[in-house]
């Protein structure tokens, strides 16, 4: 015979956060100066040029490109084309290479590789046109093709100035500095005349988010090559800043002066890098309602979500629950999340964090040996009840919970799944008095018994 409970039982609140799964529009990027670079420049045949993603690029994400000459203070100086690429539904992933390419139509490109499009903006004269030595510039814009102030991304120059002279007779050559790029000094003798000599684009540097072909020092000699790409030999792997510096160094570059560069030749490049997260404990521990999980951080930086697996003695790892980062914070949060439904015995816990750019850091693995309550261990609370009450129970006993009032009339009934372990049970509408809540199972059921207040 089924004995009756009457139990009050007080609940210490505490603050989970969840995110259901599910999908978030992606939203455009503003990038900084690095977060692509040039991996390849062909000019034998047609006109064309790869980059490739060094941080995780959401979809629509707009990026312009141009070979128009950068003047410094002039601004553009030349009326060379501009295009806008947009990033393909997907988004592009860490190290993903894009190829464009220009068709036997003027301005019209092949995007391959990661994909996405490219819109001509600007048509200049000459069009699109990087023979015979030029610039490719990437920028974002908040006010379209050509602005004044673009905010630079990354530049490649592969003319070795030696279009930059002074305009009358006897012309003067005023070749690429030592970095590969015109100086500022030249630049005005000249009176920014060349589409082929530019200027290094303002806030870039380089040998850091951009690269010069071809410097020269004392007289002008004529070096210029017409196709090359980063030789994946000096290496594809590493963080941002470590990519970058290979990437931007001239000396790593393979050149061709006849035939265009295969794009099946570029590179595949990994990114790699160290979480900006600083981690101050994470926890599991067998609580009332289940196994009680909680992760402090004590400072975060780019950091976008947590992931937190879970899995047993039977192996096999699942996503338990998503939780959304901080982003960026000196002081760091304190997250927490309860697994209703444990197994009974071993239930192992692992946190992985990710940040913005897709890397992701694995924290461990916790252990939590689990017991569920018994078949006869069931509670009922709160009681006396106000607005809802919640009875718990061992897994796979019962099939229904209904309350039902003094008159034996059933007021409440809930069915309840195969694995549920508790149910909570609006009763809000109903009139004060005393009631029961019975659970039922096949052959039986339990009776308990509570007050609405």
């Not at 964090?353 to 890397?359: E, N, V």
């Not at 509670?379 to 034996?408: C, E, R, W």
């Amino acid at each position: 015979m089924k004995h009756f409970y009457f139990s009050l039982k007080i609940l210490t609140a505490f603050f989970t956060i969840t995110l259901f799964l599910g999908g978030q529009e992606a939203k455009a990027q503003t990038l900084a100066k690095g977060d692509i670079a040039f991996v390849k420049v062909n000019e034998s045949t047609s006109d064309g040029f790869s980059f490739v993603a060094l941080v995780t690029i959401p979809a629509g994400t707009q990026i312009y490109f141009t070979d128009n000459s950068w003047g410094g203070a002039a601004g553009w100086t030349s009326g060379e084309a501009h295009f806008l690429y947009t990033a393909p539904a997907e988004g592009l992933s860490l190290g993903t290479v894009v190829h464009c390419d220009e068709t036997s139509t003027n301005n019209v490109f092949n995007v391959t590789g990661g994909g996405g499009t490219m819109v001509v903006q600007v048509i200049g004269t000459p069009n699109f046109s990087i023979a015979g030595g030029d610039q490719v510039i990437a920028y974002q814009s908040s006010t379209g093709a050509r602005p004044a102030n673009p905010s630079f991304i990354a530049a490649i120059n592969t003319d070795d100035g030696g279009g930059v002279q002074l305009p009358n007779p006897p012309y003067t050559v005023l070749a690429n500095d030592a970095t590969g790029w015109v100086s500022s000094a030249n630049w005005t003798l000249s009176g920014g005349s060349s589409s082929q000599g530019s200027m290094l684009p303002t806030g870039l540097t380089n040998g850091l988010d951009a690269v010069g072909m071809f410097p020269q020092s004392g007289a002008y000699v004529p070096s210029e090559l017409k196709n090359m790409r980063y030789d994946c030999a000096k290496g594809t792997t590493g963080t941002k800043a470590q990519l970058l510096a290979k990437i931007n160094n001239r000396a790593n570059w393979i050149f061709d002066n006849t035939t265009d560069i295969p794009n099946n030749t570029v590179c595949s490049f990994t990114v790699s890098g160290t979480l900006p997260v600083e981690l101050v404990q994470f926890t599991a521990k067998a609580g009332i309602n289940g196994v009680e999980t909680t992760w402090q951080t004590a400072s975060e930086t780019n950091s976008s979500h947590f992931e937190l697996l879970h899995s047993s003695d039977e192996g096999g790892f699942k996503l338990l629950t998503r939780v959304e980062a901080l982003g960026d914070s000196k002081t760091g949060k304190l997250y927490s999340f309860t697994h209703t439904q444990p197994v009974n015995g071993n239930n192992y816990y692992q946190l992985i964090q990710f940040d913005k750019d897709g890397i992701k850091k694995d924290y461990g693995i916790k252990t939590v040996n689990f017991k569920s309550v018994s078949k006869d261990e069931v509670l009922l609370f709160p009681n006396p009840a106000t607005h809802s009450v919640t009875v718990t129970f061992a897994a796979k006993t019962y099939s229904k919970v209904q309350i039902v009032d003094m008159l034996g009339k059933i007021v409440r009934s809930q069915k309840i799944g195969t694995n549920d372990t508790e149910q909570k049970i609006n009763v809000e509408a109903l009139t004060k008095g005393t009631y029961m809540v019975e659970l039922i199972a096949e052959s039986e059921k339990n009776v308990l018994k509570f007050i609405k207040l």
